[in-house]
């Protein structure tokens, strides 16, 4: 990988969403960050190096699909040999001081046979020995508070060795987060969903089962333009999403009742044309239907008494036999679909509309 007047990024985001974020980027910033290779769950890009710091700040303060970004120092073969030339001949070194903390983070493909511990210690001992060499003492390796990380992704015999510049955290914990529902959505997912589902377009958009409204304030924050509409069962749900709705600035847009998802037109007297939801995954999470078939079915059948002609009904679970039964039943075109992995689960977005 050339270096040359170019910062290389190695950008995450969740398994499945790689074109959600390199839509958003080019958006956001057209041929200034040029995408070069796509993977599941990353991709590798680069930008101009005469002010780096300051597009990679925008990139950090603006994305809602980035999870967190690195900065790729080189790419070589997963050969000992060549790693200790590539670590050798970088400046990774200016980087250190005698104070300075380091820790070293294995990020490999499953696929790949490799000893995961080995592989880090030969990393590790592979940056002490040239900073040793270079500047005449051994950093110090904290695994619990380093003050720097070193990003190694492991794919294909490859090794990308980079630093972690995305902060404490990863970037879909949202400052707007005040209460936390049991099942939280993951922000990023709700924003690739309200995406997917063209809420930009949208005039009013509904989520019958919000939860802590996480669907809600992504779309807001995201999109200027749609009224948000939400409702959950639980009370100290729709307590907690309206905590997070103000936190967010988006009360002046958004209604939330208390109400069951089963009989939205008891509780709006209104049309949507985006619904927008996450259901529950297992039943033991409900109270008031005996199969989660049950549910599947009354929650389509309300949507679709609400839904405008044109309108879409987009939702996330890993139940995709029993979407498919939905689906017949209700004679449902599916618009787009999208397969996701995150926290070991495999989901699937699916974007409905109505023959």
Sequence with gaps: MPLKNKVYLLLTTISGLEDVLIEEISELYGNTIEILESRRGWIIASIDSNSPSTLIDNLIASSRSLERIYTILFRT????????????????????????????????????????????????????????????????????????????????????????ITGPKALHFREWRVYLHPSTLNAIIAYAMARLSKAKTATRVLDPMCGSGTILIETGLAYGKPMLYGMDINIRHVEGALENIRRAGL????????????????????????????????????????????????????????????????????????????????????????????????????VLTSY
């Design 77 to 164: 073969k997963l050969e000992i040999d060549c790693i200790k030339t590539a670590i050798e001949s970088t400046s990774i070194h200016s980087m250190f001081t005698p104070y300075t903390k380091f820790a070293i983070k294995l990020d490999k493909e499953k696929y790949v046979d490799v000893d995961s511990y080995q592989l880090v210690r030969i990393l590790g001992d592979l940056v002490c020995n040239t900073i040793e060499k270079r500047k005449g003492y051994r950093p110090i390796v904290s695994l619990d508070n380093p003050d720097i990380e070193i990003y190694c992704k492991v794919f294909n015999r490859e090794l990308i060795f980079a630093f972690d």
């Design 251 to 350: 009360e002046s847009r958004c209604t939330l009742k208390v109400g069951d998802a089963l009989s939205i037109r008891e509780y709006f007297d209104l049309s949507f044309d985006r619904i927008i939801t996450n259901p529950p995954y297992g039943i033991r999470e409900l109270s008031y239907c005996r199969t989660l078939y049950e549910l599947y079915e009354g929650f389509m059948k309300s949507a679709l008494e609400v839904l405008t002609g044109n309108g879409y009904i987009t939702l996330i679970t890993p139940r995709r036999r029993l979407m498919k039964s939905i689906l017949r039943k209700f004679k449902l075109k599916v618009v787009k679909r999208k397969d996701l992995e995150h926290g070991g689960i495999r989901a699937t977005i699916f």
